[in-house]
């Protein structure tokens, strides 16, 4: 039976919260939870992170005039409490579907979003343009960012937090400490929020009181954690952000209602930047997410009375796995590999090679930034680094692989997870640019694996590059369930493979698009068209041989890549260009990603309206051909 919601159910708007008392606030927190439970359990997404802020919500909903006072979410996984109080009750059991709700922040789906998130760090810099767009209008509203400790490893916050006394006079930062981001936080930030307690007197009495503590039972054990963790913020909080132009206030209970509301309400009223510290519990209220954080911060459908989140088929291995396994073979061999991730190390695989080896893998915190210049120190001085990180993060780092790694030839390693499309988490995390932004470097190794078994062959490339970077692409999602042989081999750098051989149309693919291709092929031989499928395995160095011949000994040739315009069949067209093959008469079509950012769906549909399915890889085949009835074309764009 749903839990009972009779206060929920008078609540359209947050307008409807704000005559209501503290006890009845508490009550619709926990309507709200229940509420966010029962959605995340039919659809999947983030979880933890969303319970931890319920209380926070309703507060910060209660005590503003939203959508006027300007709100805005860190990241966006904590942001499913807040489109309950929206008006998007109706509709979050479309979470992360099709034509359904974002799993993040995005302006087009309420007012009540007034700025997109779904990468981490984003809040204060655009709170801080909030405030100085209101302060240039003379207009009044008050602007609030909510970032959580996991983005505080992040140097867009700070920043942006050093801008801000020299920038408004109002503007809120609400710091949601709740000692973990998806991974537990990582660095020296923390330490250095709590300088003091780095000292020897607290050092030591902290110590002391750690030893005193495992004697106790687990329950005051925990209570002993917390009031530590309070003591550190009093201690500490004055400090470093007084420093920075805030004015510190906390640490405050996070799920404490009574005492949230006072503070908000005073806060609002302080003419200067204010840091309210808050302090959550991720997963607060669901006792499965309160003890196991980590893996409930991104769930898939659960059963909410046990928790047990829904089990897969158990098919193929996912290229994540795929890759880390290989990585720690690798590794085996040579004790210069290092890995390195931006605080994703179960997103990446990399979990697993921190436990073959937990000196040899660093996790840097939300800084992709900082992950490539220091993969570059690495690889400056002998070592061999893999800096893992998903292809929409490393968009965050581009800058460092520019400069501090391409321009010196170094030979940093970039394994670019959650390549091309991503189903559910949508645009925001769509790798759809690496291949452009990759490839227009020079030096670089650009290849991306048909198949895990080629993604296996790509870490041990990968490896033996010793003269300059590299880079290999994978998606999100398993593999075809290849058997692996006994040796994983090396490639030969820029030199691709001939898969399938036919006369009148020539398939050349780039990455996992590979297997649609050869379907393709099928359906072009049911209408009389022998196709020659090829996977290209590099982007860069091209191997023009194999082009070149493609382009002389068909009629048509067909590039596929699942990445957008000015990628691999850019570069294809600019080695035909270049050589005269298209002087010759060769028809050519490059299918590449739409120039949109798709919404979330199932990847199936995704691919389908891009045109990178079997049907749109036909379809541009045939159109290359000059047929006129082409079939079920896709949507992807043709060149």
């Given at each position: 039976m749903p839990t009972p919601t009779p206060l929920l159910d008078k609540v359209s708007s947050p307008a409807d919260t704000r005559d209501l008392s503290i006890p009845e606030l508490k009550q619709l927190a926990e309507e709200v939870r229940a509420e966010t439970i029962d959605a995340v359990s039919v659809t999947g997404g983030h979880l933890g992170a969303g319970l931890g802020v319920v209380e926070l919500t309703v507060a910060l909903h209660h005590v503003f005039e939203t959508p006027k006072d300007i709100l805005i979410w860190d990241v966006g996984h904590q942001a499913y409490p807040h489109k309950i109080l929206t008006g998007r009750r109706d509709r979050m059991k479309t979470l992360r579907q099709g034509n359904g709700l974002s799993g993040f922040t995005k302006r087009a789906e309420s007012e009540y979003d007034p700025f997109g998130a779904a990468h981490a760090a984003t809040s204060i810099s655009a709170a801080l343009g909030f405030c100085a767009a209101r302060d240039a209008k003379g207009e009044n509203n008050k602007v609030i960012a909510v970032i959580g400790d996991g983005s505080m490893s992040a140097g867009m916050a700070y920043e942006a937090m050093n801008n801000a006394a020299d920038t408004t006079k109002q503007l809120l930062v609400i710091l949601n400490d709740n000692d973990m981001s998806i991974a537990p936080p990582v660095g020296g930030m923390s330490a250095y929020l709590a300088r003091v307690v780095s000292g020897g007197g607290y050092q030591s009495l902290r110590n002391l009181g750690k030893k005193v503590a495992h004697a106790l039972p687990r329950p005051l054990q925990e209570a002993a954690r917390k009031a530590e963790e309070y003591t550190r913020g009093m201690v500490t909080g004055g400090t470093f952000f007084e420093e920075l132009g805030f004015q510190y206030v906390g640490p405050v209970d996070g799920h404490d209602l009574g005492a949230l509301v006072p503070l908000l309400k005073n806060a609002k009223e302080i003419d200067r930047p204010v840091l309210l510290h808050v302090v959550t519990q991720k997963g607060k209220g669901y006792a499965p997410a309160e003890n196991a954080a980590d893996k409930y911060h991104g769930v898939v459908k659960f059963n909410v009375v046990t928790g047990e989140q829904a089990k897969s088929a158990g098919g193929p291995p996912q290229y994540t796995k795929v890759f880390a396994q290989q990585l720690v073979k690798e590794a085996e061999k040579d004790d210069r590999i290092v890995a390195i991730t931006a605080a994703m190390p179960s997103g990446t695989g990399l979990d697993i090679f921190e436990k073959a080896f937990p000196d040899r893998m660093f996790d840097v915190g939300i800084a992709e930034q900082h992950a490539v210049t220091f993969a570059?120190?690495?690889?400056?001085?002998?070592?061999?680094?893999?800096?893992?990180?998903?292809?929409?993060?490393?968009?965050?780092?581009?800058?460092?692989?520019?400069?501090?790694?391409?321009?010196?030839?170094?030979?940093?390693?970039?394994?670019?997870?959650?390549?091309?499309?991503?189903?559910?988490?949508?645009?925001?995390?769509?790798?759809?640019?690496?291949?452009?932004?990759?490839?227009?470097?020079?030096?670089?190794?650009?290849?991306?694996?048909?198949?895990?078994?080629?993604?296996?062959?790509?870490?041990?490339?990968?490896?033996?590059?010793?003269?300059?970077?590299?880079?290999?692409?994978?998606?999100?999602?398993?593999?075809?369930?290849?058997?692996?042989?006994?040796?994983?081999?090396?490639?030969?750098?820029?030199?691709?493979?001939?898969?399938?051989?036919?006369?009148?149309?020539?398939?050349?693919?780039?990455?996992?698009?590979?297997?649609?291709?050869?379907?393709?092929?099928?359906?072009?031989?049911?209408?009389?068209?022998?196709?020659?499928?090829?996977?290209?395995?590099?982007?860069?160095?091209?191997?023009?041989?194999?082009?070149?011949?493609?382009?002389?000994?068909?009629?048509a040739l067909i590039t596929v890549e699942e990445g957008a315009m000015?990628?691999?069949?850019?570069?294809?067209?600019?080695?035909?260009?270049?050589?005269?093959?298209?002087?010759?008469?060769?028809?050519?079509?490059?299918?590449?990603?739409?120039?949109?950012?798709?919404?979330?769906?199932?990847?199936?549909?995704m691919y389908a309206q891009a045109g990178l399915d079997a049907d749109g890889i036909v379809a541009g085949a045939l159109s290359a051909l000059g047929m006129d009835n082409i079939g079920a074309a896709g949507a992807g764009r043709r060149a």
């Open positions: 570059a120190g690495l690889a400056a001085d002998g070592m061999k680094p893999f800096c893992t990180i998903y292809s929409t993060f490393l968009q965050r780092g581009y800058d460092q692989v520019v400069h501090d790694v391409a321009i010196q030839r170094l030979p940093v390693r970039f394994p670019m997870d959650r390549a091309g499309l991503v189903g559910a988490d949508g645009p925001t995390h769509a790798g759809s640019f690496d291949v452009g932004f990759m490839g227009a470097l020079p030096g670089m190794v650009l290849m991306a694996a048909a198949d895990e078994v080629e993604l296996a062959r790509m870490v041990a490339t990968a490896a033996q590059i010793d003269d300059r970077p590299s880079a290999f692409r994978y998606p999100r999602g398993e593999g075809l369930g290849l058997e692996f042989p006994a040796s994983i081999d090396p490639l030969e750098i820029g030199k691709g493979r001939i898969v399938r051989e036919g006369t009148s149309v020539a398939i050349l693919s780039f990455g996992t698009r590979l297997g649609e291709s050869l379907k393709a092929a099928d359906l072009l031989a049911a209408r009389g068209f022998s196709a020659t499928v090829a996977d290209a395995r590099f982007a860069k160095p091209l191997d023009v041989d194999l082009i070149l011949r493609l382009a002389r000994e068909h009629e000015g990628g691999f069949g850019a570069f294809v067209l600019q080695e035909l260009a270049a050589h005269g093959a298209l002087d010759r008469g060769l028809k050519v079509r490059t299918l590449v990603l739409p120039d949109v950012f798709q919404d979330q769906d199932k990847p199936d549909i």
